[in-house]
């Protein structure tokens, strides 16, 4: 197993993988560790839905392409303006790589639904509702935990939700029932390329102590 502090750099977007199988054994793994998550109030609000079936992998794939190719047509007509030429470049880098995943998804040994369902956790007082928050903030570590495991695993994952513009059909090909969201489509499988650390802004660019705009701990 690597380094945990290791393991959190180099866990970055993957899309390309290899045709090596992933086994269940390993996916239950990871779903173990994102079953030890933290959510509001301990609820652990999501469900699984583990997806190896070639047939519904196609389907699911089919559907995730269409809204892919609906947002990249809208991004691209709506591009924000880039500081320099190689941010530029990176986000047609990261572009390319979404649209490969687009074009294969399939291919990945597995894709993982995080479902929840779509409900209020926020109690009630005299004054109304006691807002706690979304229900989305108790999902997502779920997602991280279950690709850092995958990550110590030598398996690559991608958070996606490029999906949502087409949430109905997913889940009627899923049989998900109308209560839920698909918070994340997470494909799984061997990285073709290497893990590595991802390029980020520094973290003293946008932190501040104490006061916002205070740069000094
Ligand atoms: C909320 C969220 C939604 C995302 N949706 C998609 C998606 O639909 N398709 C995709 O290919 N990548 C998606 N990503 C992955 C991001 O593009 C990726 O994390 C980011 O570009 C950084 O990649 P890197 O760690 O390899 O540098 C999503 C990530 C997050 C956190």
Sequence with gaps: MIDLYEGILTTR??????????????????????QQAPSGGNSQPWQYLVITDPDVKRKVAEIYRRSYR??????LASLPEFRTDADREAFMRSLRSSRYLAEHLDEAAALVAFLVPDVDLAPSDADGRVDIGPIYASVYPAVQNFCLAARALGIGTVLTTVYWSEMDQLRRVLD???RYVIAALVPMGRPRGA????P?????????WNRFGNREP
């Design 195 to 198: 893990f590595g650390v991802a």
């Design 200 to 208: 980020r802004r520094p973290a003293e660019t946008v932190t501040h």
């Design 176 to 178: 998900v029932p109308e």
């Design 70 to 75: 609906r947002w990249e047509t809208a991004q």
């Design 13 to 34: 977007a993957i899309r390309r993988y290899t045709d090596e199988p992933v086994t269940v054994e390993e996916i239950r793994k990871c779903l173990r560790a994102a």
